[in-house]
C-alpha cells in the first residue's frame, strides 16, 4: 500500500558526506533507514517518528549521522558525515504505522521498504 523511494546515493571518499531521501506514498507513524552490504546482515541505521522529536540510532552510525522529516512533503532524510569504507552498504527506507519502540532495530517490524540506494565509500 505504502510505496518508498530513495535516492541521493553515490560514490563517496572517507571523510565526505551525503544526505539520502526517502519520500513516501503516504503519511506513516515511523519512518527509518536499514543498510545491508553483501554477506551480512540487514543493519538498523535509525529511526524518526512523526512529531520529530523521538530520533534512534544505531550505535555504528551515532554522532555522525542525523534524521530527520518533512512530514508535509511526506519524506524523511538521512545526513551522512564522516563517512568510512565500513558505511559502504545499500541503504533502504523503511516506515511503519504500528512500531514497537523496544523493537525498533528489527526490521522484520517494518512493513513498507523501499528498493534501496546504494552508498559507496571509497578508501
Known amino acids: 500500500q505504502v510505496q518508498l523511494v530513495e535516492s541521493g546515493g553515490g560514490l563517496v571518499q572517507t571523510g565526505g558526506s551525503l544526505r539520502l531521501s526517502c519520500a513516501a506514498s503516504?503519511?506513516?507513524?515511523?519512518m527509518g533507514w536499514f543498510r545491508q552490504a553483501p554477506g551480512k546482515e540487514r543493519e538498523f541505521v535509525a529511526v524518526?517518528?512523526?512529531?520529530?522529536?523521538?530520533?534512534y540510532y544505531g550505535d555504528s552510525v551515532k554522532d555522525r549521522f542525523f534524521i530527520s522529516r518533512d512530514n508535509a512533503k511526506l519524506t524523511v532524510f538521512l545526513q551522512m558525515n564522516n563517512l568510512r569504507p565500513e558505511d559502504t552498504a545499500n541503504y533502504f527506507c523503511?516506515?511503519?504505522?504500528?512500531?514497537?519502540?523496544?523493537?525498533?532495530?528489527?526490521?522484520?517490524?517494518?512493513?513498507?521498504w523501499g528498493q534501496g540506494t546504494q552508498v559507496t565509500v571509497s578508501s
Open positions: 503516504e503519511r506513516t507513524v515511523s
Open positions: 524518526v517518528h512523526r512529531n520529530g522529536g523521538s530520533t
Open positions: 523503511a516506515a511503519s504505522n504500528s512500531l514497537i519502540l523496544s523493537t525498533i532495530r528489527n526490521p522484520r517490524q517494518y512493513a513498507y
